[in-house]
């Protein structure tokens, strides 16, 4: 097995089986704000086992490639959404569940304004912008109780464009 990750452009097809892509794409659902913003309506699929959904912020340092990736994690009781605060793209990692463990890792690399939502329970990488600055708003879970599985591979991967 190839321990290269290379990267791929994020579309929501690709990512559809670890959660949603947030992007405004095609024509708005609503028009409102008298004419002047386009609504485009419920993009995310918000998931909780039980406490409230929250917003945080997170400032997170910038990464270079190729980079390794030793670990992944995943929050059962709870999606996560990732909302960048700045128009640069990030790396988006992501895993298949195989048996409990996750499986080979995919790499997507977003688009200028696109955001991701991990379903409850998908394996994933850190969050990982790839330039100044890392600010992003976080829409996930608020709750008692452990939320966070980590998962360390015997070997690293290596993550390229």
């Known amino acids: 097995m190839s321990r290269v990750i290379r990267m791929e452009p994020l579309t ?5 089986p ?11 659902d609503k028009i409102i704000n008298q004419g002047l913003c386009g609504r485009y309506h419920d ?22 490639l190729p980079m390794r990736l030793e670990m992944v994690e995943r929050h059962p009781e709870g999606s996560q959404a990732f909302v960048p605060m ?3 793209p990030f790396l988006v990692i992501v895993a298949p569940d195989e048996g409990g463990v ?3 890792p995919r790499a997507f690399l977003t688009a200028q304004g696109q ?13 990982t912008p790839l330039a ?6 976080v829409v996930d879970r608020i709750g ?8 360390w591979f015997d070997a690293p991967f290596e993550v390229t464009r």
């Open 102 to 104: 996750p499986g080979v």
């Open 18 to 28: 670890f959660g949603d892509v947030l992007e405004v794409s095609g024509a708005p």
């Open 144 to 151: 008692a109780g452990a939320n966070l599985e980590e998962h």
């Open 12 to 16: 929501a097809k690709a990512f559809a």
């Open 115 to 127: 955001g991701v939502n991990y379903h409850r329970g998908t394996w994933h990488g850190v969050l």
């Open 86 to 88: 700045s128009q640069e």
């Open 132 to 137: 100044a600055p890392g600010l992003f708003a």
């Open 43 to 64: 993009r995310a699929t918000l998931d909780f086992a039980d406490g409230r959904s929250g917003i945080s912020l997170f400032d997170a340092e910038p990464r270079s």
